[in-house]
Structure formats: structure tokens, C-alpha cells
């Protein structure tokens, strides 16, 4: 059958897929929109496929906060250049409304479930918008946290999402209190809330290792555990958010600017964006070359 303009123009509009690429699903399906729509996405996941082995350590963090529930999100794509696109930034908001909604338990749990009450999965959605973009896109963690009336959270984005924060303070109403502590916690980068999160394991690690420095240093032994305790009090400032200098006013630690407000944090999280992932070894040069040489 002939294939008119609205046809492709509908199709278009549904799937966001090229104009010629529309037009030759529709001849293919003898004009059948939702039988175009199935082969735009089987083309789609062929196109995924083959981006499956290459590295995507770059994108963005997200966080949306709706009352008192918040979500933050980590989503990877190839480049910087397309996790700074209109299309990207749709996709992680649509992603972390979904999951602020149903709340999957995990990402597998995610990938499965209809987004956001709709026909596709959020796996299927993820792999058209890589049809779309070009790139390979994965969705790689979330975090999800409750708070009740009486609490506050804090919400950071830094360098356009290349860090993450997201931090609840219970006891006080004051967001910006909250977003300090997400603004200290994407600077400082601390790893627990206080010395009694830390593992045994790894303070007793590290009291050994300060131990032997002490000795090789030729200190009498009747004061290497002094000392030792000294230095270990250093390592629990370098590690932990409540004995770190405020970042905002390094003359008082972060416990004290919260407590001086009433309140009292609960957990923060931090994500920076492809952390312990394997980065590309390409610079802009060889990626642009690489482009023009397809």
C-alpha cells in the first residue's frame, strides 16, 4: 500500500526513530503503525547489541524529592557530549520518576517493570532511547529514602551531575541544613557518618599500619599507642562526615553545625558518575576521527 507523509509523520511521533528509517518499516509492515512500531524496535535492540560490549562510564546523577520520599540515580552513557543532550535528560527523568513511583528493589526488578504504567518496560525503553541516541546507556544504581514530616531532605547536584548527593537529616524541617550536608558530603567525599560505622576490621588495619610507622620511626614503645591513637583520630576525621571540618566554616566540625541545628543525620549517599568502572582511553581527537571515519 502507499506509504503518505502523516503515516511516516505518525509513526515518527511515537517512536522518535528517523524519517526514512519510519518509512521503511511502515512498506515493511504493509502499513500497519503498531507492526512498524514492533520492527523499529527489534531494529532498535539489534542496534543495542552491538553496543553492548562497549564501555559507558560517563553520564549522569539525578535525584528528584516528592514529600517525603526521594530518589537519586546514577545513568551511563558513552560520552559527556550525550549525557548533556535534551533526549538524555529526559530519559533519567523519566527513569528516576518511575522508580520514585514503584520503587523496585533493585535495577533487575526495574528493568522489568512497566515504566511508569505504560506498554514498554524499562528495560525496552532504555534500549530505544540507545537506538535513538547512539550510544550505549545503562541504568546502573539507585537509592531510594523515606523521611518522615519532622525531617528534611538535602538534594546536590555538582558539575551538572557528575556528582550526586543525597542526604537525610532528621530533626529539624530546614532543607538547606540537608543540602549542606549533601554540598560537604560531594566535597569531602566522606565514607561513613561516624568512626562507629567504620568496620573493625578495617580500623584495626589501619591501627596496625600506623603501629609499624610508629616503630620504624624509632618511637619508644611506651608511646607508639599514644601516638598510634593520635593518628587514627587523623584517619576518622579523613573518613568520617561528622568529624570532618565543615566545609562551608572549617572551624567547626560538620557534627557541630548540625547539632547547632537541631538536627541529626541519618545517612547520606554519593554517587559519582562511573566510579570503579573501566573509563575510555580515547581522547577528543581519535573520537571525533572515529566518528568521520564511519
Do not use: W
Not at 531494529?43 to 553492548?52: D, N
Not at 540515580?73 to 549525557?83: H, P, R, S, Y
Not at 525503553?125 to 550505549?136: L, Q, R, S, V
Amino acid at each position: 500500500m502507499a506509504i503518505s507523509a502523516q503515516m511516516v509523520k505518525e509513526l515518527r511521533e511515537k517512536t522518535g526513530a528517523g524519517m526514512m528509517d519510519c518509512k521503511k518499516a511502515l512498506q515493511e509492515t504493509n502499513g500497519d503503525i503498531d507492526a512498524a512500531v514492533d520492527f523499529l524496535r527489534e531494529k532498535g535492540m539489534s542496534k543495542a547489541a552491538k553496543k553492548a560490549d562497549r564501555i559507558a562510564a560517563e553520564g549522569s546523577a539525578h535525584i528528584i524529592t516528592e514529600g517525603n520520599e526521594a530518589v537519586l540515580i546514577e545513568v551511563n552513557a558513552e560520552t559527556d557530549f550525550v549525557a548533556k543532550n535534551d533526549m538524555f535528560k529526559t530519559l533519567l527523568n523519566d527513569l528516576t520518576t518511575h522508580i520514585l513511583k514503584y520503587k523496585p528493589a533493585n535495577v533487575e526488578e526495574a528493568a522489568t517493570q512497566k515504566i511508569n504504567g505504560g506498554d514498554d518496560t524499562v528495560e525496552e525503553y532504555i534500549t530505544a532511547a540507545i537506538a535513538k541516541i547512539g550510544e550505549k546507556i545503562s541504568l546502573r544504581r539507585f537509592v531510594v529514602l523515606e523521611k518522615t514530616d519532622n525531617d528534611s531532605f538535602g538534594a546536590y547536584l555538582h558539575m551538572g551531575g557528575k556528582i550526586g548527593v543525597l542526604s537525610l537529616v532528621e530533626g529539624t524541617t530546614d532543607e538547606q541544613v540537608a543540602k549542606d550536608i549533601a554540598m560537604h558530603a560531594a566535597a569531602a567525599n566522606p565514607r561513613y557518618i561516624s568512626r562507629d560505622e567504620v568496620p573493625e576490621e578495617e580500623a584495626n588495619k589501619e591501627r596496625e599500619m600506623l603501629k609499624q610507622q610508629a616503630m620504624n620511626e624509632g618511637k619508644p614503645e611506651n608511646i607508639v599507642e599514644k601516638m598510634v591513637e593520635g593518628r587514627l583520630g587523623k584517619f576518622f576525621e579523613q573518613i568520617c562526615l561528622l568529624e570532618q571540618s565543615f566545609v562551608k566554616d572549617p572551624d567547626q566540625k560538620v557534627k557541630q553545625y548540625v547539632e547547632s541545628k537541631g538536627g541529626q543525620v541519618s545517612t547520606f549517599v554519593r554517587f559519582e558518575v562511573g566510579e570503579g568502572m573501566e573509563k575510555r582511553d580515547e581522547n577528543f581527537a581519535d573520537e571525533v576521527m572515529s566518528q568521520v571515519k564511519k
